[in-house]
Antibody, heavy 120, light 107 residues
Framework: EVQLVQSGAEVKKPGESLKISCKGS????????IGWVRHMPGKGLEWMGI????????RYSPSFQGQVTISGDKSISTAYLQWSSLKASDTAMYYC?????????????WGQGTLVTVSS | DIQMTQSPSSLSASVGDRVTITCRAS??????LNWYQQKPGKAPKLLIY???SLQSGVPSRFSGSGSGTHFTLTISSLQPEDFATYYC?????????FGQGTKLEIK
C-alpha cells in the first residue's frame, strides 16, 4: 500500500527555521516525483514545487522560488520542505503528494498534511 | 503561469441532484487536467485525471470531460459524502497550478 506520512504539527515564531518531512512507503520512492502543496486558511491549493528523489532534481513554482527549499534523502525515502526564516504568512497546511508522471501527470497519493503555525 | 478559473465558486445542491463544475484554462492545456476532492481537515483526493479518466476506486457517478481550455466535472447523482470542495489542476506546464476551488454545499 502506497503511503506518505508527514511529520507533526509545528508552532514557530517569526524568524525561526523549520524543516518538515514526508516519508514514503509501499512503492519505489526513488522513481516518482514528490510534490509539495500549500493550503492557507480559507484559501485554495497552491503548487509549490517538486523533487525527484532518485537524483534530487528539484523544480519550484516561481511564487515559492527562494522562499523555501525542497530536499530529499533517498536512503530513508523521505522528502523535506524547509524555511530558513519563517513569516506569519507561512501559516498554512502543507501537503506532500506523489506525482505520477507516466501518461498524464497527476498527484495520486497524498500525505495527511503538516500544519505550520507561525505566530509571535 | 497558466491560470485556472473555476465556476461557480460555491454551489448549493440536494442529494440526488446532477451537478456540473466548470474549469477554464488561460491557454490550451490539451487534456492535462485533473480534478481533486477535498473534505474539511483532510488531504485532497484525486478523482479524475487526463480530463476524463476515473481514478481507481472513485465512484462512477463522477465524470470529467473537455479539452483545450474548457473542462467540466459532473456528479450524476449527489450523495451525502460528495459535499466537499473540488479543485481542478493543470499538469501541462509547470507550475502545475490549481483552480481556486468550488465548494459544494447541501441545500
Amino acid at each position: 500500500e502506497v503511503q506518505l506520512v508527514q511529520s507533526g504539527a509545528e508552532v514557530k515564531k517569526p524568524g525561526e527555521s523549520l524543516k518538515i518531512s514526508c516519508k514514503g512507503s509501499g512503492y519505489s520512492f526513488t522513481n516518482y516525483w514528490i510534490g509539495w502543496v500549500r493550503h492557507m486558511p480559507g484559501k485554495g491549493l497552491e503548487w509549490m514545487g517538486i523533487i525527484y528523489p532518485g537524483n534530487s532534481d528539484t523544480r519550484y513554482s516561481p511564487s515559492f522560488q527562494g522562499q523555501v527549499t525542497i530536499s530529499g534523502d533517498k536512503s530513508i525515502s523521505t522528502a523535506y520542505l524547509q524555511w530558513s526564516s519563517l513569516k506569519a504568512s507561512d501559516t498554512a497546511m502543507y501537503y506532500c503528494a506523489r506525482m505520477y508522471d507516466r501518461g498524464v501527470t497527476r498527484l495520486d497519493y497524498w500525505g495527511q498534511g503538516t500544519l505550520v503555525t507561525v505566530s509571535s | 503561469d497558466i491560470q485556472m478559473t473555476q465556476s461557480p465558486s460555491s454551489l448549493s445542491a440536494s442529494v440526488g441532484d446532477r451537478v456540473t463544475i466548470t474549469c477554464r484554462a488561460s491557454q490550451s492545456i490539451s487534456s492535462s487536467l485533473n480534478w481533486y476532492q477535498q473534505k474539511p481537515g483532510k488531504a485532497p483526493k484525486l478523482l479524475i485525471y487526463g480530463a476524463s479518466s476515473l481514478q481507481s476506486g472513485v465512484p462512477s457517478r463522477f465524470s470529467g470531460s473537455g479539452s483545450g481550455t474548457h473542462f467540466t466535472l459532473t456528479i450524476s447523482s449527489l450523495q451525502p459524502e460528495d459535499f466537499a470542495t473540488y479543485y481542478c489542476q493543470q499538469s501541462y506546464s509547470m507550475p502545475y497550478t490549481f483552480g481556486q476551488g468550488t465548494k459544494l454545499e447541501i441545500k
